[in-house]
């Protein structure tokens, strides 16, 4: 399939690229665009077919559903059920990198949904993709845009690497915003599912109540049914082995260095900086007291991990608090919970590879 790329920039989009995308959308096809939190790959929310199609072209498991983007509140209200006062929070909160579940009211495919009874709402921030939603003027269903277990795309590039040839439309919009999924909370329960751009501490904010985090939220447990995401399928996971460093930070060098090139180190740049002249390959997400920009670059600093052929990589530890809460539950999973304080657990993980 021929796909078309536009270049864009992602706050002041072009008209043109708009309609393109909108127009593709209303004909069943598949769009790739830039979000505030990562890329998603969407399709009219209402046509069936082309939904399906979401999961084929992904490789995703069809009990994972997918999340439907509103223009507005009052969009949201048509898919599914809402306290007054969980409404009146979300028209604070969005347009923003909230998703919430709730009670569905049973209008959308199956295949979006899942054939659960809720159903995942997202009135989300980015220029892109709320001008798409506006001009096509239907919720527009769109998981990540990744193929199914990899990290989510966060660049127009790594995009256009996993979907080129297999969707009518990629708009590359450059870096998004935050460069990691939005939070999921279930209204129902008030329990975050999966943490992400939108922190625990600003929930407790917005709706006066402390969200119920845990095992699932934390990414050390995983669901044997989708009812939450992420939960149950592989995710987030670079082809190379990669292990999570929980120790004390400087302690790190001495463990790493013996492996020379056949290692990479992921972590703030004070900490590569350590690794200077050792052969380990450093991969830096930048300065270790803005959290926000480290967390923007962990996707695309795993995606690259790949191609900078070690046997294997280690990454820091996130301190557990607001944005690094989420950036945990994504290493535990793309390590596969595999984790190392010692150089005798490093090792056994060595041996495993
Ligand atoms: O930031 C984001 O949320 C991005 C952008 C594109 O909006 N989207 C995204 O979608 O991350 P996805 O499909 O990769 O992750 C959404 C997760 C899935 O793992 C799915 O299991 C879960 O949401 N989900 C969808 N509907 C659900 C439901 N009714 N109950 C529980 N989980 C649900
Ligand atoms: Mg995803």
């Known amino acids: 399939m021929e796909t078309l790329v536009f270049k864009t920039d992602p706050k002041r989009p072009s008209q043109r690229t708009i309609d393109a995308a909108a127009e593709a959308i209303l004909n069943g096809r598949l769009v790739v665009f830039p979000t505030e939190t990562v890329y998603g790959i969407g399709a009219d929310a209402f046509n069936e077919k082309a939904c399906r199609n979401i999961y084929k072209v992904k490789g995703r498991a069809s009990d994972n559903p997918l999340i439907v983007h509103v223009y507005s509140v009052e969009d949201t209200m048509k898919l599914g059920s809402f306290s007054r006062e969980h409404a009146k929070a979300l028209s604070r909160i969005w347009p923003g990198p909230l ?9 959308l495919p199956e295949t979006v949904t899942a054939g659960l009874d809720s159903v995942a709402i997202r009135c989300p921030k980015g220029r892109v993709i709320r001008s798409i939603i506006k001009k096509a003027g239907v919720p527009i269903a769109a998981p990540s ?7 989510s795309s966060t660049k127009g590039e790594h995009a256009i690497g996993y979907f080129r040839g297999k969707v009518a439309m990629i708009i590359d919009g450059g870096e998004a915003d935050y460069g990691i999924e939005s939070t999921i909370l279930d209204l129902r329960s ?5 943490p992400g751009a939108f922190t625990p501490e600003q929930i407790e904010r917005a709706f006066g109540r402390k969200p119920v985090l845990g095992r699932l939220a934390e990414g050390t447990a995983s669901a ?4 939450s995401p ?7 996971a670079p082809s190379t082995p990669l292990f999570v460093y929980t120790g004390d930070r400087r302690a790190v060098y001495s463990l790493v260095r013996p492996f020379g090139r056949s290692a990479a180190f992921i972590g703030s740049e004070e900490s590569c900086n350590m690794f200077k002249g050792t052969g380990v390959r450093c991969i830096s997400l930048g300065p270790s007291k803005s959290l926000r920009i480290r967390v923007h670059r962990l996707f695309d600093k795993l995606i690259e991990l790949d191609s900078v052929g070690v046997k294997f990589g280690v990454v820091e530890q996130f301190d557990g608090k607001g944005l690094g809460y989420a950036a945990m539950n994504r290493l535990r999973k793309a390590s596969s919970h595999k984790s190392f304080s010692t150089s005798e657990e490093l090792k056994k993980l060595i041996d495993n590879i």
């Open 99 to 107: 998703t919430v579940i709730v009670k569905g009211k049973g209008i």
């Open 145 to 151: 845009a990744n193929i199914s277990t990899k990290p």
């Open 190 to 194: 008030f329990r975050i599912l999966r």
């Open 224 to 227: 044997k049914r989708v009812i």
């Open 230 to 236: 992420g939960t149950k399928y592989r995710h987030y």
